[in-house]
């Protein structure tokens, strides 16, 4: 049973639009789309100051992948939505007309390299060091159960977290897409959004915007009407089915094909990745797990920093290796 009075729900009950100006950071994993110019052009409108570093090209399913000893040539072609074009240098100002160059960046690499531009360079640049808080996304797409594992958008905020920086991942709809950068459903998305940050402005006062150590992954519904705030958990109840296939053109799954007929593409003969819409029904101790809840709500996880246990889990271990540990110790 949720709790009667949630963290989120005492977070969310003060709606005071009298919000300090904080910097941030907002990046992504698909590069420059109508969910972050909209997002932009909200958190600017509530009075914060942007740095958007996203990455050149769709970088969705990198993860946390960084090009380590590897430095960034001249882009080979256009960055998506003409970002910046072919022969631009590996990173830097977006080249759009319509778009602020002072507040545009791309990366020719991966999402979590593009956060750390945004961090490293232009935040000190811009501030002189970190920013209040880092926003990944939103992106075009809910990231929810185990998929979360290889999302940029979620390594982002959890490589933020790490760094001691308040973090929070942002996923929509696949309906949020939009070439021309003017999706209706990004400004909604993007107005819901500044609405959460607004909120934890609220109680933060001159402190920081979360604790230190802790993230959120927020994913919206695909119709935000009537969406409700609630604070859910990663669980264990998976959206997606996912599964390796030894021959695609054999085993994808009507959404892969419909995937790869929207970018022209002919599945293949070969081994590959097939995933596809969960089917089966949550179980009972599932309903609070964000795979279930973001049908319908905007489902809010906290996430810890990495992989840190819990102090209960810590606690068990030492219980477990008890004799082995305290051999160790002699």
């Given at each position: 049973?949720?709790?009667?009075?949630?963290?989120?729900?005492?977070?969310?009950?003060?709606?005071?639009?009298?919000?300090?100006?904080?910097?941030?950071?907002?990046?992504?994993?698909?590069?420059?789309?109508?969910?972050?110019?909209?997002?932009?052009?909200a958190l600017k409108e509530a009075g914060?100051?942007?740095?958007?570093?996203?990455?050149?090209?769709?970088?969705?399913?990198?993860?946390?992948?960084?090009?380590?000893?590897?430095?960034?040539?001249?882009?080979?072609?256009?960055?998506?939505?003409?970002?910046?074009?072919?022969?631009?240098?590996?990173?830097?100002?977006?080249?759009?007309?319509?778009?602020?160059?002072?507040?545009?960046?791309?990366?020719?690499?991966?999402?979590?390299?593009?956060?750390?531009?945004?961090?490293?360079?232009?935040?000190?640049?811009?501030?002189?060091?970190?920013p209040d808080l880092v926003l990944s996304?939103?992106?075009?797409?809910?990231?929810?159960?185990?998929?979360?594992?290889?999302?940029?958008?979620?390594?982002?905020?959890?490589?933020?977290?790490?760094?001691?920086?308040?973090?929070?991942?942002?996923?929509?709809?696949?309906?949020?897409?939009?070439?021309?950068?003017?999706?209706?459903?990004?400004?909604?998305?993007?107005?819901?959004?500044?609405?959460?940050?607004?909120?934890?402005?609220?109680?933060?006062?001159?402190?920081?915007?979360?604790?230190?150590?802790?993230?959120?992954?927020?994913?919206?519904?695909?119709?935000?009407?009537?969406?409700?705030?609630?604070?859910?958990?990663?669980?264990?109840?998976?959206?997606?089915?996912?599964?390796?296939?030894?021959?695609?053109?054999?085993?994808?799954?009507?959404?892969?094909?419909?995937?790869?007929?929207?970018?022209?593409?002919?599945?293949?003969?070969?081994?590959?990745?097939?995933?596809?819409?969960?089917?089966?029904?949550?179980?009972?101790?599932?309903?609070?797990?964000?795979?279930?809840?973001?049908?319908?709500?905007?489902?809010?996880?906290?996430?810890?920093?990495?992989?840190?246990?819990?102090?209960?889990?810590?606690?068990?271990?030492?219980?477990?290796?008890?004799?082995?540990?305290?051999?160790?110790?002699?």
């Amino acid at each position: 049973m949720r709790k009667s009075l949630s963290l989120l729900t005492a977070v969310l009950m003060f709606t005071s639009t009298q919000v300090q100006a904080r910097n941030i950071v907002l990046t992504n994993d698909d590069g420059l789309t109508s969910n972050v110019v909209a997002l932009y052009h909200a958190l600017k409108e509530a009075g914060h100051d942007v740095i958007v570093s996203v990455p050149c090209t769709n970088q969705s399913g990198m993860g946390a992948a960084l090009s380590i000893g590897r430095p960034l040539a001249p882009l080979e072609q256009s960055c998506l939505n003409d970002a910046a074009q072919a022969g631009d240098p590996g990173a830097g100002p977006m080249t759009r007309d319509d778009l602020p160059a002072d507040d545009f960046y791309y990366v020719n690499s991966t999402p979590v390299m593009s956060l750390l531009y945004g961090l490293d360079v232009l935040g000190m640049e811009r501030w002189g060091g970190e920013p209040d808080l880092v926003l990944s996304g939103p992106n075009e797409g809910q990231n929810v159960g185990a998929i979360i594992l290889s999302s940029g958008t979620v390594s982002n905020a959890q490589f933020a977290a790490v760094r001691g920086l308040p973090a929070i991942a942002l996923s929509a709809g696949a309906n949020s897409e939009g070439a021309d950068l003017a999706n209706p459903v990004s400004v909604q998305v993007a107005q819901r959004a500044v609405e959460l940050v607004t909120a934890l402005d609220n109680k933060a006062g001159d402190g920081a915007l979360l604790p230190r150590g802790l993230a959120l992954n927020v994913n919206f519904p695909d119709d935000l009407a009537g969406a409700q705030w609630r604070q859910t958990q990663i669980g264990t109840y998976n959206a997606y089915a996912i599964g390796f296939s030894d021959n695609m053109a054999e085993t994808a799954s009507p959404t892969m094909r419909a995937m790869a007929e929207a970018r022209g593409i002919q599945v293949p003969p070969l081994p590959g990745l097939n995933f596809e819409m969960n089917e089966t029904s949550p179980t009972a101790d599932q309903q609070n797990d964000e795979s279930v809840v973001y049908r319908q709500h905007i489902a809010v996880s906290p996430m810890q920093a990495g992989y840190a246990a819990s102090p209960a889990g810590a606690a068990t271990v030492d219980w477990q290796l008890s004799k082995l540990l305290s051999d160790s110790a002699d």
